[in-house]
């Protein structure tokens, strides 16, 4: 049994559970998720046999009095070989840190971890409803949706603020997109963790557009995103999670200036997920 030990917020845990997961499946092992053990609880993987509070408590004391040994991937230069013999050295392991990677593993297992990570209808289900509200009376073959990830909060401070975007750079963004699509009516969907935010302020500057904020939770915007047919906002895992579903196309954006954001830069997942930042 591999225990994978998770930390950071939803789309850096999913991730890194992924990529165990997809470990243990390649070598016919069981993974558990310590961390959607007890956190998280909206997702399919929270509610089957091997994911409850039990088995986290079981692992946490397990590892803490050394009767489970651990690989961890904590450190970018780790020496991945020497700890991937570890885990297959031991039946029973605690499997940590953002390092644990296998990118062709996770792709190869990439539906089942959509599966297990499949959002829970009584979540999904108000979403869907709204989203079909605010587009009421469009034409459905004219709309196009963009998810708009706008990141505040601790980004202020990540690599001293370099993908701290303010909303003039959002709304160019925005306005160009309308640009590249000049034909289709074009709905907008705000994601945020900055409650300054309005939908007001945005559609008043994106006059073409159709704003809409729907002011949900973290699983509720998640899904809200993998709902669009097109996704722009900066280096994030959240954004990149909700590409992941449905293979959206995906602007990063790396720089400020909206003009750089041209058809031939919106990349699926697999993409960006072997250029994380």
């Not at 591999?2 to 992924?18: E, M, T, V």
């Not at 973290?218 to 097109?230: K, R, T």
Request: hydrophobic share 40%; proline share 4%.
């Amino acid at each position: 049994m591999i225990f994978a030990r998770d930390k950071s917020q939803i789309c850096n845990n999913l991730l890194q559970y992924a990529h165990v997961y997809a470990w243990g499946r390649e070598h016919g092992r069981k993974v558990i998720s310590m961390r959607f053990s007890y956190k998280y609880q909206f997702f399919r993987i929270c509610h089957t046999d091997l994911t409850g509070f039990g088995w986290y408590l079981l692992a946490k004391y397990m590892a803490a009095l050394h009767l489970l040994p651990t690989a961890s991937f904590k450190r970018r230069d780790c020496d991945r070989e020497a700890l991937e013999r570890k885990m297959l050295r031991h039946r029973h392991i605690v499997v940590s840190g953002w390092f644990a990677r296998w990118y062709d593993l996770f792709l190869k297992y990439r539906q089942e971890i959509c599966d297990l990570f499949t959002i829970d209808p009584e979540i999904t289900q108000p979403v869907i409803d709204r989203m079909q509200a605010v587009e009421k009376g469009s034409e459905k073959a004219q709309i196009i949706r963009l998810g708009v990830h706008i990141r505040r909060g601790d980004y202020a401070e990540w690599r001293d603020g370099q993908f701290f975007y303010d909303n003039k750079t959002y709304i160019e963004h925005i306005n160009r997109f309308q640009q590249l699509f000049p034909d289709r009516e074009v709905h907008v969907y705000l994601s945020t963790n900055d409650p300054d935010v309005t939908e007001e302020a945005f559609q008043q500057q994106c006059p073409l557009a159709r704003v809409h904020h729907l002011q949900g939770n973290a699983p509720e915007d998640l899904f809200m995103l993998s709902e669009c047919d097109y996704l722009i906002g900066p280096p994030s895992t959240f954004s990149l999670v909700a590409a992941m579903y449905h293979d959206l196309p995906l602007y990063r954006m790396d720089v400020r200036d909206a003009s750089e954001m041209t058809p031939d830069k919106f990349l699926k997942f697999d993409y960006w997920f072997s250029h994380m930042v």
